[in-house]
């Protein structure tokens, strides 16, 4: 893993914006020179190559999106213990840090087109938390399903986020929870069929 400087947090930051504007396929050290001023020689001094630093912007966004998870649910403003007040934080993460979010969204659509980062265990700990917090039947599936729902959530969540922001800025939570139970809920049962034990 490569230092946390201001700098390196800076190319990153930069280059997480870059590659969840395009995909990861088009990523290169020049589209993120081109969008950020910071020389490609410089990227490669400090990241040596570009899956160096994809894994960095990752492994960053998902110490996000964990720090996010690891915050108390009685802290939360929700005040629920429901599988609804967990999506609600999610689409909550994807509207505030969009690019982190966008970034991490596309690497559980795909994770074979990214470096490997250890994703499984960053969120674990926060995910079998947030489960064991609610009142849904997931919380009585083991931690391979909670990811795989998790990753479901989180998926959906970002597509909220950035197919209909105007929808959740002008109604907010009631849209959110809407949506919810429309269109995620009755998707999330079908995780406790598979076949994983």
């Not at 870059?18 to 290169?28: F, G, K, L, M």
């Not at 609600?88 to 994807?94: D, G, K, P, S, W």
């Not at 559980?108 to 250890?118: D, E, G, Q, R, T």
Request: include cysteine; charge should be positive.
């Amino acid at each position: 893993m490569y230092k946390k400087t201001n700098f390196t947090l800076q190319i990153a930051e930069n280059a997480i914006r870059v590659i969840s504007q395009c995909s990861i396929e088009q990523a290169s050290f020049e589209l993120i020179s081109a969008a950020t001023n910071i020389s490609v020689s410089k990227m490669i001094d400090n990241f040596e190559c570009l899956n160096n630093l994809i894994a960095f912007c990752l492994t960053l966004s998902f110490d996000s999106l964990s720090r996010n998870l690891s915050i108390d649910m009685e802290k939360s403003p929700h005040k629920m213990y429901s599988i609804e007040a967990f999506w609600i934080t999610l689409v909550e993460f994807n509207t505030t840090y969009c690019y982190k979010g966008r970034l991490v969204a596309a690497y559980f659509k795909a994770p074979a087109s990214y470096p490997l980062v250890n994703v499984k265990h960053c969120l674990a700990k926060s995910i079998n938390y947030k489960f064991e917090k609610t009142d849904h039947i997931l919380k009585q599936y083991n931690g391979d399903i909670r990811f795989i729902a998790f990753a479901y959530l989180f998926q959906m969540a970002s597509k909220v986020s950035i197919d209909l922001p105007d929808s959740i800025e002008k109604y907010g939570q009631n849209f959110v929870s809407d949506f919810y139970n429309k269109h995620i809920a009755e998707g999330l049962i079908r995780f406790t069929k598979l076949p994983i034990s």
